[in-house]
T-cell receptor
Framework: KNEVEQSPQNLTAQEGEFITINCSYS?????LHWLQQHPGGGIVSLFM???GKKKHGRLIATINIQEKHSSLHITASHPRDSAVYIC??????????FGPGTRLSVLP | GAVVSQHPSWVICKSGTSVKIECRSL??????MFWYRQFPKQSLMLMAT?????????EQGVEKDKFLINHASLTLSTLTVTSAHPEDSSFYIC?????????????????FGPGTRLTVT
């Protein structure tokens, strides 16, 4: 069993749809990150969470420490949101463990 | 926001040669940088943790003599792929850790470089 799992693996949505990507982990963590990787490979850190909820523009990230689960929501999705979204947890040694990623395609 | 650069962005080299990839934190000092490798359609895998002024810590299965890491200053870490082979062809990404304060607690934000695509022929 992988330490970090994501669902779904692939997701196709129509422009404007509300999107949810889930992440569950099995290890103790000091923080959880949501990363966005565009087709060119560049990675942007979207959120760093250790509790609760964060919002940035159309993106919302939540984490439930007790259930070891986090979700990334995208409201009013747009084709430019098409990317791979990666959940990464940081253990107490400050090392990252990465999820397999969710490939999102938003169609116009 | 904080910026991390990598150079080169892509490189093609012949089998048996060595390639150096640079990772720089442009507007902050990073005592710790990380190197990752990503094969096509796979997630990132941590290769090593680079600490300024000390030896890098390598993940299990990563050959330290093949992937030489030098973190000579607080803004620069280099990864040298020695005697490269076609199976080393991959996307190499670095990240730099920037400590900060939020709500009275120390936080460690990660900033990723744009990556370097290495092709070994």
């Amino acid at each position: 069993k992988n330490e970090v799992e994501q669902s779904p693996q692939n997701l196709t949505a129509q422009e404007g749809e509300f999107i949810t990507i889930n992440c569950s982990y099995s290890v103790g963590i000091s923080a959880l990150h949501w990363l966005q990787q565009h087709p060119g490979g560049g990675i942007v850190s979207l959120f760093m969470l250790s509790s609760g909820k964060k919002k940035h523009g159309r993106l919302i990230a939540t984490i439930n420490i007790q259930e070891k689960h986090s979700s990334l929501h995208i409201t009013a999705s747009h084709p430019r949101d098409s990317a791979v979204y990666i959940c990464a947890v940081r253990n107490y040694g400050q090392n990252f463990v990465f999820g397999p990623g969710t490939r999102l395609s938003v169609l116009p | 926001g904080a910026v991390v650069s990598q150079h080169p962005s892509w490189v093609i080299c012949k089998s048996g040669t060595s390639v150096k990839i640079e990772c720089r934190s442009l507007d902050f000092q990073a005592t710790t940088m990380f190197w990752y490798r990503q094969f096509p359609k796979q997630s990132l895998m941590l290769m090593a943790t680079s600490n300024e002024g000390s030896k890098a810590t390598y993940e299990q299965g990563v050959e330290k003599d093949k992937f030489l890491i030098n973190h000579a200053s607080l803004t620069l870490s280099t990864l040298t792929v020695t005697s490269a082979h076609p199976e080393d062809s991959s996307f190499y990404i670095c990240s730099a850790m920037r400590p900060g304060l939020a709500g009275g607690y120390v936080t460690y934000e990660q900033y990723f470089g744009p990556g370097t695509r290495l092709t070994v022929t």
